[in-house]
């Protein structure tokens, strides 16, 4: 049958259900067990000698077997699956006759003792059970699996419906992120929240969403980053603060890219980035022992150890080792580009130097760092938010975590001088009127805020979308959101 046939048949059931004087939909229902509990509560009774506890469960019907005058229903919550026994002797004809109007992927109640069957299946003797909700269109594969991509994307309550490992996969996450908060939160840190829409997309360099606000009559942007609002917080006097929150970049949809993902942002004043890097050790190995209950995850045909401490790699020894190229003997701009241009890459006429030594990192470095690694010590040009490395001019104090082939956290010792500040701003203007989009634009409340006195700070942003793909053991960033955005679905 088509889907329009079989909706039909069990939109019938509907109002067989109701000519029975039976809602179909009830505001309501009390259990007094999930699954999980029930069996527990029948274990426990089994150990103590006690008699079989009455218990009423709920949950989607997942299996249904009849075998001449009784039925197996197979019920599903989100603590697990568990057997009730319907006999026609102990419902009585009419509620038995009545079963014949449930299918799979509705939501029934049911009341009763537990038993054992005769090969030891915990099972639920039922007195009574009552329909909570009629599902009009069937589930997928009939509780086989749901094995396609596009719909386990676009459908996700179908995917979590019937993928146990889904449905794990994303409780793990939630452990991530919990254990990632406390660990914050037993080291002084204090959670803040501060705005989505924001006059300025500051923060980082990537382009944005706009918005126009009626009211106010200006046009407003999606945050792009959390990183001025919590450093203006420095300035006010906290000294130890973090957020967990959306961001939004106008950016590609790709295997590592959703437009709106998750970010921890942290900042610790008298702090540089040094400590950062203790303290991003500390918290990964931290979330990953809580969730995992291990620092050895595997990945692929192999396993990244988490284990600290981690190496430190400076940015121009990294792109030596991996393509040959010394960028500081490249600082010509033209001299860089036909280096790269030799290793293969395509290399678009209008970027600039320090675009050039990106993409030399994201393409040959990035993509070949299994381990836990790094890379610090950056160009001034790529980080301009940076304070400057005593000793090593044009270099600043920033490092990025890179993790099975992939940035996780990006971090530094933080400018507080608002002079120099300004200047880097205006740098990033020059670049950008020269065709670079995206750059770190100014902001110039924020550089009120710094003329007040920002202390020396270290701040860290770790990509928690990523950091759960490294520790699941995924490959693609829509495995690990609930609802990743996806190109509108073109007619069948």
């Known amino acids: 049958m088509d889907i329009e046939q079989v909706m039909a048949q069990r939109r019938a059931k509907v109002e067989r259900w109701r000519a029975r004087g039976v809602d179909p939909y009830p505001p309501r229902f009390r259990r007094s067990h999930t699954a999980r509990e029930a069996v527990a509560a029948l274990e426990e009774a089994e150990r103590t000698g006690h008699a079989p506890p009455r218990v009423t469960v709920a949950g989607r019907i997942v299996a249904m077997r009849q075998m001449g005058r009784a039925t197996f229903i197979d019920l599903r919550d989100a603590s697990g699956r568990l057997q009730t026994y319907h006999r026609l002797d102990v419902l009585g004809e009419e509620a038995y006759a009545a079963l014949d109007d449930l299918d799979l992927g509705d939501i029934v109640g049911v009341e009763g003792e537990m038993f054992r069957t005769r090969t030891g299946e915990p099972t639920v003797q039922a007195r009574a059970y009552s329909l909570l909700c009629k599902a009009l269109r069937a589930p997928p594969e009939k509780w086989h699996g749901l094995q396609d991509t596009e719909t386990r994307y676009r459908q996700r309550y179908l995917d979590l419906m019937v993928n146990d490992v889904v449905r794990e996969r994303f409780r793990l996450r939630h452990r991530i992120v919990q254990a990632v908060r406390r660990y914050l939160d037993e080291r002084g840190f204090l959670e803040v929240e501060t705005p989505v829409l924001q006059p300025h997309a500051g923060g980082a360099a990537a382009r944005p969403f706009v918005t126009y606000h009626n009211a106010l009559e200006r046009h407003l942007y999606l945050r792009i980053a959390l990183e001025l609002y919590l450093k203006r917080l420095l300035v006010g006097g906290y000294e130890r603060v973090y957020e967990l929150g959306r961001v939004f970049r106008n950016e590609g949809v790709t295997a590592r890219h959703n437009p709106e ?20 050790e500390g918290m990964v190995a931290y979330a990953t022992r809580e969730a995992l209950g291990s620092l050895q995850v595997p ?138 989009e995206e750059v770190e634009l100014g902001d110039e409340d924020f550089l009120v805020a710094l003329e007040h006195g920002m202390p020396p700070a270290g701040g860290l942003g770790v990509g928690i979308d990523r950091l759960v793909m490294v520790l699941t053991g995924q490959t693609s960033i829509r495995e690990v959101v609930l609802f990743p955005a996806l190109r509108e679905k073109g007619p069948a």
């Open 299 to 436: 990945w692929g045909d192999t396993v990244i150890d988490l284990t600290p401490p981690w190496p430190r790699v400076p940015l121009r020894e990294a792109i030596r080792q991996h393509t040959g190229v010394d960028i500081e003997a490249h600082r010509d701009t033209a001299a860089l580009r036909e280096a790269a241009a030799a290793l293969g890459l395509a290399v678009d006429p209008s970027w600039d130097w320090p675009k050039l030594v990106d993409e030399l990192l994201a393409n040959f470095v990035e993509p070949r760092t299994l381990q836990p690694t790094f890379i610090i010590d950056y160009p001034v040009e790529l980080s301009p938010l940076a304070k400057a490395k005593p000793g090593a001019p044009g270099l600043v104090e920033r490092f990025e975590l890179f993790i099975a082939g992939r940035e996780v956290a990006n971090a530094y010792t933080e400018l507080n001088d608002p002079t120099e500040q300004r200047q880097r701003f205006q740098e990033q203007l020059r670049r950008r009127a020269a065709g670079q």
């Open 261 to 280: 993902f998750t970010m921890l942002e942290a900042y610790q004043a008298y702090a540089d980035y040094n400590d950062i890097m203790e303290l991003t």
